[in-house]
């Protein structure tokens, strides 16, 4: 039942409509400071606009790189933090050329709706339309409370889609566009008078337009050579260009951007982000990858130190804000993303020589004419299509980078496809349905990367004896049983990425043959019956990067004996036989189903592990000295069905300084998380902590440890038997104690989620402030009546609190405590089904038939998460 609860907790779907399963109310944007009273009165008259129940469609339009996308984003944020506005503030972007496919998906992520791999276009517009009948999209009006807010380039998009009200973003006045550039460029080069009048000419040159001010800004920062800023003016003045929908003057000064950046690498590395398609979001890694790959960072050093290169490129880039840096919730890699005014620009640059064919994300089902490929071109991106076939002979000898990955590819490629791409250097093939490559591929005397990851149909490979420029193989999750022939001839092997194929034939001692081999993946394979696989990595004395599955503890403790993890600059290690796959970060090591001797050296382990999962483990009853040792910066840790952990945490042993999550699960002795007295700094950057199934568990959190725990940002506990507080008192006060004059402060808190504890009575039995709180969640937990920081609540918390989902006998249970606070906040309580085994119910906590009866006219919840995903 405890496994049943918790699928159906995950799981939980509103009675009343599928657009109701919006994960949360709106995503808050990054935004820039709007500069001058001309932004402010637009934003103004926007907002007055939003907030009259007689208009319900509202365009917003302006030449590209005017800046509307920055007062809408200030728009969404404001909606954002006033609760009572709108329930959900939905953010869609149509690219300029999306397709409806991408436009459709796009629509459907926002509103948390998924479509199935047979939808037709039809089909998903039918199911789109039902959604959206239920919030009055697409006909807005005073009675359902929706409103629709368009930014465009044209007026007449606004006309099509019978805006009722238009309001045009004009360029900034000389005034404002003055003050906008003395920002980017820096007051104190403008000390000069000199420097100060050919400032004011160049601001005059921008013509009033944030994106060109901001541009050129940039590219002039701390600039003190008279001469380069007469020179700068001169080239500002002279320079012309034409993109349709997009002022001259924007492209001029984006050209001027361009041209000032620091040197061919840089430029060479920049219009390389026009390959991906329009507002796409890019991972930095990966494309510092493509520029290695391609061999844009130079023929010299290792590729750990041209991806340190990539990284400074990738600074440099965004510091004259020719790309932008995106945060993606939860995640700790770095994306950035190239505004579409810039992209216009790069294409425009590149079309003149025919050295681009840009065609990613069109939704395009037939590969390009055979007049879309000039003799001239040197990179094609056809990435993110529908393509099912590649069905043309290019002739295209200058060609180096051909990005199609994200096709369906399941139909052919040409046999002689790949004749007259000899100069070809990077082939990207990932995530898409080919199962036969063609034999012409064999004859890419100067490929350097083939990646063919999660090519799912793909069994066979060609002979690669040929391609003895190959730097990097990846052949990762693909089908593959045996690796293609000519391996042993890929001198120049570098990166080699098997895991998770089907490949069973592996001889792991050609690593070793390998002299340039600097990364290494191959989780997912075990080499149990190879005796000589240990042996065979720590010959690889060139490794930066390994990745690797070891069978048992005795093949990884001889590998961590042999001290090779030492010349790694990161790595990712898995000891037994996992389950399930999962993409840990790097300076991971997961441990499945083995003995763990808690006597091991408090050295064994590499002293900079990262993340850390235990799962099916024996041998221990708390975390050894000879992993906390190692785990001093640890950040992730994850420990999952060892029967025999009592505790997690021996204070003497290690305060885990670093770690920010905390998962927990099926640990069904433990006793607390903490033993000893914890000192000062335990656990101080925790942000999230999770605890699920631990039925002998009475206490979580002691109160000694919760002065630490400055940081915590989410509290979810599930099906915990025996588990009566949250917090209390040390281990020698197990139970209910009276605390009433003790105070604890959370300052951070989001989110709290309580779920199938039968016997909780309190959070804390004392004051409570949790002033940053967003999301409370309180499922089957009948004996819990009285919410700590409810007993007075503060005006802090009432600004913060978002929601508050749980049954409708629970609300009413907490009445009894808290009447005057639940009268405040009714207004964001979304009642909840509670599921319940039959015969649990009883006149207060009802079962499942009575509950389902109360809750035919509850209000649907919106789901939240804060934190990693």
Request: aromatic residues 8%.
């Amino acid at each position: 039942m405890h496994e049943v609860h918790k699928l159906l907790d995950d799981n939980k779907f509103s009675a009343s409509s599928l657009v109701n399963m919006v994960p949360e109310r709106g995503k808050a944007l990054p935004v820039t400071t709007l500069v001058g009273e001309t932004a402010k009165r637009i934003l103004l008259r926007t907002w007055e606009f939003l907030m009259d129940e007689n208009i319900g469609i509202i365009g917003i339009y302006g030449m590209g790189g005017v800046g509307k996308t920055s007062i809408v984003k200030e728009i969404n944020n404001q909606l954002l933090s006033k609760i009572a506005l709108f329930d959900n503030v939905i953010w869609v972007t149509a690219s300029k050329d999306s397709n409806l496919q991408k436009l459709q998906k796009g629509i459907a992520n926002e509103i948390g709706l998924s479509f199935g791999d047979e939808d037709g276009e039809h089909k998903r517009a039918g199911k789109l339309y039902e959604a959206f009948l239920r919030r009055g999209i697409p006909n807005p009006t005073n009675l359902n409370g929706c409103k629709l807010l368009i930014t465009t380039r044209s007026s007449n998009v606004c006309r099509c889609m019978e805006t009722v009200k238009e309001i045009e973003v004009r360029v900034l006045s000389m005034e404002e566009g003055w003050d906008l550039f003395k920002q980017k460029v820096g007051e104190e080069v403008l000390m000069s008078p000199r420097i100060q009048d050919l400032a004011k000419d160049i601001v005059k040159e921008c013509a009033g337009l944030p994106l060109a001010l901001i541009t050129v800004g940039r590219a002039l920062r701390k600039e003190n050579s008279i001469r380069q800023w007469q020179t700068a003016l001169s080239e500002l003045k002279n320079s012309t260009a034409n993109i349709e929908g997009v002022d001259n003057q924007v492209f001029a000064r984006l050209r001027f951007s361009y041209d000032r950046l620091k040197d061919d690498m840089t430029r060479s590395c920049f219009l390389y982000c026009a390959l991906y398609p329009e507002d796409h979001i890019i991972e930095v890694g990966e494309l510092i990858k493509y520029w290695l790959w391609e061999g844009l960072l130079g023929s010299v050093g290792s590729q750990m130190v041209k991806m340190r290169l990539g990284k400074i490129i990738v600074y440099e880039l965004k510091s004259a804000c020719m790309i932008e840096g995106v945060y993606q919730d939860g995640n700790t890699n770095e994306y950035v993303k190239m505004h579409d005014v810039v992209r216009d620009m790069v294409i425009a640059l590149t079309r003149a020589n025919s050295s681009f064919m840009i065609k990613a994300g069109l939704g395009l089902q037939l590969p390009p004419v055979e007049n879309e490929w000039p003799p001239e071109l040197e990179r094609v991106s056809l990435m993110r299509n529908d393509l099912s076939c590649l069905s043309r002979e290019p002739k295209c000898p200058k060609l180096c980078t051909l990005l199609l990955q994200y096709n369906s590819i399941n139909k052919e490629i040409h046999h002689s496809f790949f004749h007259h791409l000899q100069n070809l250097k990077v082939l990207d093939l990932s995530f898409t349905g080919v199962d036969c490559l063609p034999i012409s591929l064999s004859n890419l005397v100067s490929l350097r990367a083939l990646l063919l990851c999660s090519c799912w149909n793909l069994s066979h490979v060609p002979s690669v004896a040929k391609l003895k420029e190959l730097r990097v193989l990846d052949l990762s999750y693909t089908s593959i049983e045996h690796l293609p022939e000519g391996m042993d001839m890929l001198v120049n092997l570098q990166y080699l990425d098997l895991s998770y194929t089907g490949a069973y034939e592996i001889p792991v001692l050609r690593f070793r043959e390998y002299k340039f081999l600097e990364s290494l993946f191959i989780n997912g394979l075990l080499f149990s019956q190879e005796p000589n696989f240990v042996d065979a990595l720590v010959n690889c004395s060139s490794l930066a990067v390994l990745e690797a599955n070891f069978s048992t503890m005795q093949e990884f403790e001889k590998y961590i004996a042999s001290g090779h993890w030492n010349m790694l600059e990161n790595f990712r290690f898995v000891i037994g036989h996992p389950t399930y796959s999962t993409r840990m970060g790097t300076d991971s090591v997961r441990f499945f189903g083995v003995h763990i001797s808690e006597s091991l050296s408090p050295d064994w382990l590499p002293r900079r592990i990262l993340e850390l999962e235990i799962q099916d483990c024996t041998g221990i009853t708390h975390l050894p000295v000879c992993i906390t040792a190692a785990a001093s910066q640890l950040q992730h840790c994850r420990i999952n069905y060892c029967d025999e952990m009592e505790w997690i945490i021996t204070a003497e042993w290690s305060t885990f300084p670093n770690l920010e999550w905390l998962e927990i699960e099926g640990l069904s002795k433990l006793s607390g998380l903490c033993r000893g007295i914890t000192p000062v700094g335990t656990l101080a950057s925790l942000r999230v902590l999770n605890v699920t199934t631990c039925n002998d568990l009475k206490t979580l959190l002691p109160l000694e440890l919760v002065q630490h725990l400055r940081n915590l940002e989410e509290i979810t506990v599930q099906n915990c038997d025996k588990m009566m507080e949250i917090i209390a008192p040390g281990e020698d006060n197990q139970g209910v104690t009276e605390v009433n004059n003790v105070k604890i402060d959370f300052p951070r808190l989001q989110k709290l989620k309580l779920s199938s504890l039968p016997v909780l009575k309190h959070i804390f039995n004392g004051i409570m402030t949790c002033d940053s709180l967003s999301s409370i969640e309180v499922y089957r937990c009948k004996e819990l009546r009285v919410l700590p920081f409810f007993v007075e609540i503060r005006q802090q918390l009432l600004h913060s609190l978002k929601q508050i989902k749980g049954s409708r006998w629970w609300w009413q249970a907490l009445a009894e405590n808290h009447k005057d606070s639940l009268d405040l906040l009714f207004p964001i309580f979304k009642e909840e089904l509670e599921i319940y085994s039959l015969g649990e119910g009883n006149a207060e906590n009802p079962t499942l038939e009575e509950e389902d009866t109360h809750s035919r006219h509850s209000v649907s919840s919106i789901d939240s998460s804060y934190g990693p995903r």
